[in-house]
């Protein structure tokens, strides 16, 4: 049996989801610090695309990765948004670190399913039929 990427990849995600719920708790602790201007970090599929995995094939009817067919994802910068900006220089909105607070949850919670999904298959597979 080769190697299990998938484990390698779901860890990578953590790693990053746990990175970007450390960016938005520290807005939402700056946010009546004067002069404090949000955080984020990039986007999890720019980090993706910079590492080489790929699709191994073991037999000709499995679907392979073919780099000449794959077209990138553009992900647009959140640099370009409108931020409310208030009189004291601060651009955290807590309704918008909430909301994404709550999309790094489901996040995780997709993530960790998947992995455990993958590793009852595994087990499943290992033990044999009946």
Do not use: C
């Amino acid at each position: 049996m080769g190697p299990l990427y998938l484990f390698d990849l779901a860890s990578r995600q953590t790693d990053w989801l746990t990175t970007r719920q450390t960016a938005i708790a520290r807005n939402v602790a700056n946010a009546n610090t004067p002069g404090y201007r949000t955080q984020d970090i990039e986007p999890f599929a720019a980090t993706l695309g910079r590492t080489a995995l790929r699709l191994a094939t073991t037999a000709e009817g499995h679907i392979g990765s073919d780099p000449a067919r794959s077209q990138a994802a553009r992900v647009r910068d959140e640099k370009g948004r409108n931020l409310d900006i208030h009189h004291s220089g601060n651009s955290v909105s807590i309704e918008e670190e909430l909301l994404k607070a709550g999309s790094v949850s489901r996040q995780y919670s997709l993530n960790t399913s998947v992995v455990k999904k993958f590793h009852s298959l595994i087990l499943s597979s290992a033990r044999g039929p009946g």
